[in-house]
């Protein structure tokens, strides 16, 4: 209802705008216009064309190299590119910081923002703005990708963005947010970077159909940032998964976590969250799919777990979580916790180790199911017995424990195991 | 101590041609066969198959080859027996028993694997050096286990006893032995341990091979540290240098003790 009210207040706002500017426009005898910029037009730069447009022109740019040191837009306009032209930062400059709201920036590719960690360089910088748009670009080899600071209402859609450092010190994020609101990033590609997307002091912003793979940190890194969703994303091959920290309220679903692999890499790592939802994600082969600290009352429902390490790491500190119908299949331990004691609920799952019978043909097993072996229980508290991993004396005492557990949580258990995978 | 090659070849060819012929070495080899076989059909994904196939490898080969080798002593008492009383060296006989069940066995083994491999179209594609590594992992059990059972059976003339030590010596092997370093580990928790369990490691030829196998797939990540200690050590020249002269020694020193008994022991 919010949501909408803002929303609400956010097109007429817009409306409001135009009229003024239409009015003004009118009262000036000019209209908006369109100016082009290009080895062939007046205009060879796009600082110099910058420095004549008024708010609502348009900037064309026709293809070329332009490299102008940091471009400042404190207009607003419409900065567009034709058939791809290149802003280059020459390894040394921001390349764009844009200062004013209702900007649009298309079809650029941005190469070479250079390192600086005092100003953290970015290809694009937006601070303390709103309604602006950064769609169909390209960007290459930059420090920080797209940058966004005390910002709201901002969209970054259908952008590539690619770096190459392999220090995690020398690189910065592909996209950036710190302190905005109401944003929407959708369709980017991200590749290379630290964090693929950085979120932090973020709210009610969603995170859609973005891919983010290879980066040297964390596919999504997410902080401070409640009412967010992030959905249909892929996230694959980054040196520590996905982490999402301090947060309240996160819808998470449909996304695809997958190959994040490594002693320290987890598909998602929650620290500290409460009241979210998980729903209709595929976790597979991570070191370790999920690993819950300090999180309360989450929902995990219909997820797939296949071929992880540890399917669900559930630390002591969490409780009121509740798992269900999820597929648990191929995981070398499925559950592994830290204490005895268990004040989560888990139902209806399908485990593919389970080994009960079904005399009734409800499809739920008639014997209930424990999911923490004695191994992985043993293991969490003290690692290096892992060195034991595959080793036929693992199998005996797993075997002795699941017959008469003495040590293993006795709380945590399925009492409705199902007996076939859930589509 | 010169042993006489010719004689040695005679005898392995014999022995190998007595063996060949025996039921329990094709049911070896049958099994191998329809395990390897049963595990590439249902699965598609390589590390899992190899995972599967180490299981086989490390609990299978060395009972068999450690109940095989006692029994194969005893059985052969009148045959020892009888070439004793040839101008034969003792020490040329003891080897040549010793390669002719060795040499079948480790066939049987590679056969029963091999094919379903050949045959199949899983792609082993970078799993190959783990494939390569679990053959040498295998060849090693056999080899290891035929010894020490050569000198169990070489001490004890019982056979109840000696039988009853073989299972045991596997048993503490394979089960008991992962046990101690269970309670070791639980009990000096507080401390760096790393170290001190790739020593412990060198001292079990299955433990070895189980962790030189697993840390070559990529479950070695799960062990965090410990895994990454491990790692370095067993990725270094050094440390494979060290490994195989374990495996090594674990041949040739109970094979030694087991010649050296044979070698007085009154028939």
């Known amino acids: 209802m919010l949501q909408k009210s803002i929303r609400f207040f956010d097109v007429t706002s817009r409306w409001i705008k135009f009229f003024l500017i239409a009015i003004v426009c009118f009262l000036n005898s000019s209209e908006a216009k369109t100016i082009r910029v290009g080895a062939n037009y007046k205009f060879q730069t796009i600082q110099s064309a910058l420095s004549f447009a008024v708010n609502g022109d348009s900037i064309l740019v026709s293809k070329g190299l332009y490299s102008e040191g940091t471009i400042i837009i404190d207009k607003s306009i419409a900065l567009i590119g034709e058939s791809l032209p290149v802003i280059s930062g020459d390894n040394k400059y921001e390349i764009m910081k844009i200062v004013s709201d209702n900007v649009i920036v298309r079809g650029f590719e941005f190469r070479d923002a250079g390192i600086n960690f005092i100003y953290e360089n970015s290809a694009i910088k937006l601070d303390g703005v709103a309604n602006c748009r950064i769609e169909k670009n390209v960007f290459f080899n930059n420090f920080f990708g797209i940058y966004l600071s005390r910002s709201v209402s901002c969209t970054i859609t259908d952008n590539e963005i690619t770096a190459f450092q392999t220090k995690e010190t020398y690189s910065g994020n592909g996209i950036h947010l710190w302190q905005c609101g109401d944003m929407i990033i959708k369709r980017n590609k991200i590749k290379g970077h630290r964090d693929g997307i950085y979120f932090e002091f973020v709210k009610r912003s969603s995170i859609k159909d973005n891919l983010s793979e290879n980066n040297l940190r964390y596919g999504l890194h997410f902080m401070f940032s409640d009412s967010c969703s992030y959905a249909h994303n892929y996230f694959t091959n980054n040196g520590a998964g996905v982490a999402v920290m301090f ?38 082969k991570n070191s370790c799919a999920i690993y819950l600290e300090g999180c309360n009352r989450i929902s995990t429902e219909r997820n797939d777990f296949i071929e992880n390490g540890w399917a669900l790491r559930l630390m002591a500190n969490s409780m009121d979580n509740v798992f269900t119908k999820n597929n648990f299949a191929g995981n070398t331990f499925d559950v592994t ?57 693992v199998d005996i005492i797993n075997l002795a424990e699941n017959i008469f557990p003495t040590l293993t949580p006795e709380g945590l258990i399925d009492r409705k195991p199902m007996m076939k995978k859930i589509q | 101590m010169a042993i006489n090659v010719n004689i040695l070849a005679k005898i392995i060819r014999y022995q190998i041609h007595d063996i060949s012929r025996s039921f329990w070495l094709f ?47 005893y059985n052969n008492k009148d045959y020892i027996i009888l070439m004793l009383s040839q101008p034969i060296k003792r020490s040329t006989l003891y080897f040549g028993l010793y390669l002719g069940l060795v040499i079948p066995l480790i066939l049987s083994f590679l056969i029963g694997i091999i094919i379903p491999i050949v045959f199949s179209k899983i792609d ?20 290891i286990f035929v010894s020490i059972a050569f000198w169990i059976s070489s001490v004890y003339e019982n056979r109840m006893l000696g039988l009853g030590l073989s299972i045991f010596s596997w048993l503490s092997f394979s ?17 760096p341990l790393e170290k001190i369990l790739i020593g412990f490691s ?32 067993f990725n270094t020249n050094l440390g494979i240098i060290i490994s195989i002269l374990s495996l090594i020694i674990w041949t040739v020193v109970p094979l030694i003790l087991g010649k050296r008994r044979f070698a007085k022991k009154d028939f």
């Open chain 1, 247 to 284: 947060t309240k309220n996160v819808d998470m679903h449909s996304n695809h976590f997958k190959n994040n692999w490594g002693g320290s890499a987890y598909g998602l790592l929650l620290k500290d969250i409460s009241d979210s939802r998980i729903y209709n994600n595929i976790f597979s």
């Open chain 2, 124 to 143: 082993l594609g970078e799993h190959f050096d783990v494939l390569i590594f679990l053959f040498i992992a295998g060849i090693f059990q056999t080899v």
């Open chain 2, 202 to 233: 060198l001292f079990n030829p299955i433990d070895l091979a189980r962790i030189l196998l697993i840390l070559k797939l990529d479950i070695a990540a799960l062990m965090g540290y410990t895994g990454a200690v491990f790692q370095k050590f």
């Open chain 1, 337 to 393: 916790t830290n204490s005895t004691r268990n004040y989560n609920l888990f139902e209806s799952n399908y485990w593919s180790e389970y080994k009960g019978y079904d005399l009734n043909k409800d499809g739920i097993g008639d014997v209930p199911y424990r999911p923490v072996k004695l191994f992985s229980f043993i293991s969490e508290k003290i690692r290096p017995s892992l060195i034991l991993i595959r080793s036929l004396f």
């Open chain 2, 27 to 73: 049911i070896y080899t049958l099994f191998f066969l329809l395990a390897s076989y049963g595990l590439i059909t249902f699965s598609s994904d390589a590390p899992k198959v190899l995972i599967s196939l180490m299981n086989i490898t490390l609990i299978i080969i060395p009972l068999v080859s450690i109940i095989f080798g006692t029994i194969y002593l």
């Open chain 2, 175 to 191: 089960v008991l032995y992962d046990g101690f370093l269970l309670i070791m580990i639980h009990y000096f928790q507080d401390y």
